[in-house]
Every structure is written in structure tokens, then in C-alpha cells.
């Protein structure tokens, strides 16, 4: 079975940072294409960053100079880098792998429960 976990989320002040971490068991994140999306209340889920299998990061554009993703291959993580943190940014923050395309789409085949992030002063 797979399944992700999703943890680093939390309060956090206008431009303070977060790592968000999102752990896999049951499937090796580094052989497939991992995504970060959010959904904020009242809007739609959007995709935030995507780690592409085989190397290369696509961002959303309007985050690409705040927001950055790693991995650690041996404990099975990536990691989502976020610095200078808007209320805006304000979502519930979710992991996602993509097991057939190299690249990240809005259907994801396996996902995460997410973790809440709230930007507030």
C-alpha cells in the first residue's frame, strides 16, 4: 500500500519560512514525479511545485522565487521550501506522485491528507 504523509505545516508569521516534508512508504518517491499542491479556503486546488522524475522542478510561476522543493532519497522525503510566507499562501499544503508521466499533472495517482499552513500575524 502507499501512502504519503504530509507534516511541517503549522502557523507562522508574515515572512517567516516552513519545510514542509512529505514521507512515502510502500513506493520509492525518487523513481516517479512528485508534486506540492494547495488548496485555500474557498478556491481551488492548485499545483504549487513539481519535482519531475529523472531531475528538473517546475514551479508556478508567482512562487517560483519563494518556494523550492528537495528530496533526501534515503529517508524516502521531499521537502517543501517556503520562505517569505503571504497570508495568501494561507492552504492546506499536499504531497502527490505521479507513477506514469515524468512530469506532474492535476491527476495525481496517489496523494496525501495534506497539512494545514496558516500565514497570520
Known amino acids: 500500500e502507499v501512502v504519503l504523509v504530509e507534516s511541517g505545516g503549522g502557523l507562522v508569521q508574515p515572512g517567516g519560512s516552513l519545510r514542509l516534508s512529505c514521507t512515502a512508504s510502500?513506493?520509492?518517491?525518487?523513481?516517479?514525479?512528485v508534486g506540492w499542491f494547495r488548496e485555500a479556503p474557498g478556491k481551488e486546488r492548485e499545483g504549487v511545485i513539481c519535482?519531475?522524475?529523472?531531475?528538473?522542478?517546475d514551479y508556478k510561476d508567482s512562487l517560483k522565487d519563494r518556494f523550492t522543493v528537495s528530496s533526501d532519497n534515503a529517508k524516502n522525503t521531499v521537502y517543501l521550501q517556503m520562505n517569505d510566507l503571504k497570508p495568501e499562501d494561507t492552504a492546506v499544503y499536499y504531497c502527490?506522485?505521479?507513477?506514469?508521466?515524468?512530469?506532474?499533472?492535476?491527476?495525481?495517482?496517489?496523494w496525501g491528507k495534506g497539512t494545514l499552513v496558516t500565514v497570520s500575524s
Open positions: 502527490a506522485l505521479q507513477t506514469y508521466y515524468d512530469y506532474c499533472t492535476s491527476a495525481m495517482d496517489y
Open positions: 510502500g513506493i520509492t518517491l525518487n523513481d516517479h514525479a
Open positions: 519535482l519531475r522524475r529523472y531531475g528538473g522542478i
